[in-house]
């Protein structure tokens, strides 16, 4: 075992990554900070001390001071005076990275508007741990964070990432994982491939792949336990690979759910093609399938919203 040193560090706040699961994810620096430092902040102050236990770092008569989204404003005008002083200051979130879906941001800002050291000893993340994991493009990705909980706000915040070509990665709670990933699938496209990571680092780590709709179906049909990342590959916006069938396919498919504006914003967004291209599909469709449900559907999408064919682009 290494122990962690307790040298003199600089005054300053140190930001600090814990482990995601397994305690022994912590990097040697980590320990010598929480060793260090004049006061440990953190999210969690039980599993804070557990982790210090567990890595034999004495808190002796140090301060173990809470802090969260809740106390914020209250806790942080004493931990800014203590770094005013040029005291040392750990702040840790239960797990992970702080500020990465977590507290932290105003902390760290508060402390550089006052012109105080921050720095971090950095270490485990879980959105970066799933997308390793995922067998998706790692080239680029978009951390999105936790999509809204209800599903009207679920659906646009969806819809304002269909044209990213980026992997996205998503934090989500087990409850509302099948929901989430119907949307998905809905929104962002059936076939889109993806990976939903759970428990990583732990005992029942599981990464299971497959398109946004296998995912959906398998997810609905089983009781999704312990913490959850989910990982879908990125637009493809290659437009020179899409036929006008699938426009209209995809018109099809989407129009029942949203209006024609929506469904024409939709299919260009994720297709890459002109707006002007995609609606005059849609108007040769309603020209062709009057008597279908696209049809009326798609007419209906115009009068309520009084679409008139103007071009966004
Ligand atoms: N700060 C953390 C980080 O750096 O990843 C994230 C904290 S956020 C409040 C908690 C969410 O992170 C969980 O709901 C889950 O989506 C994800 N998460 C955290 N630990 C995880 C793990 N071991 N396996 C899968 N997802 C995890």
Known sequence: MVNPKSADLDGGLYLVSVPIGTARDITLRALDVLAGVDVIAAEDTRSMRRLLEIHGVSLGDRPLIAYHDHNGPRVRPKLLQWLREGKSVAYASEAGTPMVADPGFDLARAAREDDTPVTAAPGPVAAIVALTLSGLPTDRFLFAGFLPSSKGRRKSALQELVATKATLILYESPKRCAAALADMAAV???????????????????????????????TAERQVRGEVVIVVGGADRDSSNISSDDVDSRLKEVT???????AVDLVAAETGLKRRQVYQRALDLIGRDADNDFGSGAVDGIEANGEDGDDAE
């Open 256 to 262: 029942p759910e949203m209006s024609l504006r929506d």
């Open 188 to 218: 962002l496209g059936a076939d889109r491939p993806a990976a939903m990571c759970r428990e990583l680092t732990k005992k029942f780590e599981e990464v299971r792949r497959g398109t946004l709709a296998e995912l959906a179906l398998e």
